[in-house]
Nanobody, 124 residues
């Protein structure tokens, strides 16, 4: 069993930066793929980024490539999403997800474990 708790969301101006944290308990990252998704009001939850450190594979949505980075601190059991050059269209509730395995999954249906989400609002 994995428990995920996100933090770090907030209000930021366009062009600014934020870092989201996902504290994981119950398992180690090496056997899990960790992902970030987001959901804006009235829209479907969409893939943002995912990484499997054991396989050494990372994927990003085209809309965030070059601006967002997924990383981890194993000592703190925390996965990060560092977001730079934020745009108003990045406004959403951001969710951390985890799934055992070696694939790097981009569909929400492929993840069994989810956090409660953290809100990011980017003003223009």
């Amino acid at each position: 069993q994995v428990q995920l708790v996100e933090s770090g969301g907030g209000l930021v101006q366009a062009g600014g930066s934020l870092r989201l944290d996902c504290l994981a308990s119950g398992r180690t990252f090496s056997s899990y793929t960790m992902g970030w998704f987001r959901q804006a009001p009235g829209k479907e939850r969409e893939f943002v980024a995912a990484k499997n450190w054991g396989a050494g594979v990372t994927k990003y949505a085209d809309s965030v490539k070059g601006r967002f980075t997924i990383s981890r601190d194993t000592a703190k059991n925390t996965v990060y999403l560092t977001m730079n050059s934020l745009k108003p269209e990045d406004t959403a509730n951001y969710y951390c997800a985890a799934q055992p395995g070696i694939g790097v999954y981009v569909s929400r249906s492929q993840y069994d474990y989810w956090g409660q989400g953290t809100q990011v609002t980017v003003s223009s």
